[in-house]
């Protein structure tokens, strides 16, 4: 069966940077794009972040351009999500996602890992 497995959170410092990884497994990975979203205590999942099966278009949330970048490397089954500058707002459960090229619905999801970011 289709697993996301994500790892790499933590807690950490305003100003601090993290990497979080995402391993796939039962499913054919470039086939899919990938996103990461994230939840907070009382919020909405959010989408932060999403890239096309072959690493291009990589887009983002207003609240982390600049400071995230998403990469996924094909031979390893994995995605990546680059946090630098954090901030206590960006404290949440981040999941990743899979969507099967040219479908709009994310059909897999990972279980989530927590990112908190202390001031």
């Known amino acids: 069966q289709v697993q996301l497995v994500e790892s790499g959170g933590g807690l950490v410092q305003a100003g601090d940077s993290l990497k979080l990884s995402c391993a796939a497994s039962g499913l054919t990975f470039s086939s899919y794009a990938m996103g990461w979203f994230r939840q907070a205590p009382g919020e909405v999942r959010d989408i932060v972040a999403s890239?096309?099966?072959?690493?291009?278009?990589?887009d983002y949330a207003d609240a982390v351009k600049g400071r995230f970048t998403i990469s996924r490397d094909n031979t390893k089954n994995t995605v990546y999500l680059q946090m630098n500058s954090l901030k206590p707002e960006d404290t949440a459960v981040y999941y990743c996602?899979?969507?099967?090229?040219?479908?709009?619905?994310?059909?897999?999801w990972g279980q989530g890992t927590q990112v908190t970011v202390s001031s």
């Open positions: 890239v096309n099966w072959d690493g291009s278009s990589p």
């Open positions: 996602a899979a969507r099967l090229i040219y479908q709009y619905d994310y059909a897999y």
